[in-house]
């Protein structure tokens, strides 16, 4: 039965789980402005943070995806340093911790960060670096949190990114992804870097189906991805009758049937325009169809968002309760990259309990 009204402060308690996430879409404004005065960074459009965020939060609801990525050219900037991104990357895992994350993948792209110098292991090991600071300042609340690296579709360094993940695959990055305007960069150009991966036993997600469609799905599927980065565009394959009866194309059957997890972002889907609204977001029928569907953020900073607030605004719109709440959770944990054993013990050690002691808190408020 579901509660009705469930409080964000309740939400904020329960264990969640993370899988899509970017780096540097998930500043403190605060933190851009330091570490612009630190690099000597002169662009930003403010150096007042309550100004600043307002700033990104306006670029961030214009629409368009393409727009949407340019207010990551301030973020970037300022994560040229291995101090800078060790901070950046402690900050992260603070900011997940205190919204109840206890499980998160957050992705970067490592050839983003390489303008002041640093080589891309050096990226890579200064946010690794930054994830156990983070994590080790959190008493009372434990996180795990693991890296996926990202390569930019419009550039060229696929191959690169790849062979970095395989070198730091047991230091603590477990996955591959490719990001960036889906437009004009289709997957299938690093059709050589994915086979090469799924030979390494390596795991891929890929942004697909957010602004592209069905044919970006099939393909990110036919390279080997395990996760759909989005993949909410798979409902142009689903018809719903005027009885409300859903009918399943070929994709979206095969897509539900193998359990193909989709890293649903729903805020930043109506801020990139591939969704109109949260009250209109495919969010609830792939739910009740019980596609494999997680719950994500994408961009904490650009879409003002935590995992709580994006379940909150959930809530608000379709009414789940805490049990819809964990199913999303077990969802996302069960298909995290994290090895089988470890994931079993997240959800028997950290995630059944922790909603069985809010579901008897609430059960004793009645
Ligand atoms: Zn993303």
Same mark, same amino acid.
């Given at each position: ?121 050096? #990226?890579?090991? /200064? ?7 983070? *994590?080790?300042? +959190?008493?009372? @609340?434990? $996180?795990? =949190? ?93 018809? #719903?009758?005027? /009885? ?7 994709? *979206?059957?095969? +897509?539900?049937? @193998?359990? $193909?997890? =989709? ?96 579901? /008897? ?6």
């Amino acid at each position: 039965m579901n509660e009705p009204g469930l409080a964000i402060g309740l939400i904020r308690r329960a264990p969640k789980v993370l899988l899509h996430d970017h780096l540097d879409g998930g500043l403190r404004p605060q933190t851009i402005i330091e570490l612009a005065a630190d690099q000597g960074y002169r662009g930003l459009p403010s150096t007042d943070p309550e100004e600043l965020g307002e700033w990104f939060r306006r670029g961030a609801s214009q629409g368009s995806l393409e727009l949407y990525l340019e207010t990551f050219e301030h973020t970037v900037a300022v994560m040229q340093t291995r101090a800078a991104l060790v901070r950046v990357a402690a900050e992260c895992a603070e900011d997940l911790a205190a919204d109840g994350v206890v499980y998160a993948e957050v992705r970067h792209a490592p050839e983003l960060s390489t303008r002041g110098g640093l080589t891309l292991d050096e #990226v890579v090991e /200064a946010i690794l670096e930054g994830f156990r600071i983070g *994590a080790g300042q +959190v008493a009372g @609340r434990p $996180i795990v =949190l693991r890296f996926l690296a990202t390569a930019m579709r419009q550039a060229d360094r696929a191959r690169e990114i790849a062979d970095l993940a395989l070198r730091h695959r047991d230091a603590g990055v477990v996955g591959f992804d490719i990001a960036g305007p889906e437009a004009g960069y289709p997957p299938g150009r690093f059709a050589d870097v994915f086979g090469r991966l799924v030979h390494a036993s390596f795991h891929l997600t890929l942004h697909a189906g957010e602004g592209y469609g069905l044919p970006s799905i099939r393909e990110a599927l036919d390279l080997g991805a395990e996760r759909l980065g989005h993949g909410v565009r798979i409902v142009d394959d689903i018809k #719903v009758d005027g /009885a409300g009866q859903a009918v399943l194309g070929r994709l *979206a059957a095969y +897509v539900r049937d @193998r359990r $193909i997890p =989709l890293e649903l972002c729903p805020t930043s889907n109506v801020h990139s325009g591939a969704a109109g609204s949260i009250e209109s977001h495919p969010f609830e029928l792939l739910r009740r169809l019980r596609f494999r569907v997680t719950v994500n953020t994408d961009n904490r900073l650009m879409s003002d968002v935590s995992l709580s607030s994006e379940f909150a605004a959930l809530e608000a719109a379709f009414g789940l309760g805490l049990d819809e709440v964990e199913w999303l959770t077990l969802n996302a944990m069960k298909s995290a990259f994290l090895p089988f054993d470890e994931r079993l013990a997240m959800i028997t050690g950290t995630i059944k309990p922790g909603f069985a002691a809010l579901r /008897a808190e609430l059960n004793a408020d009645r």
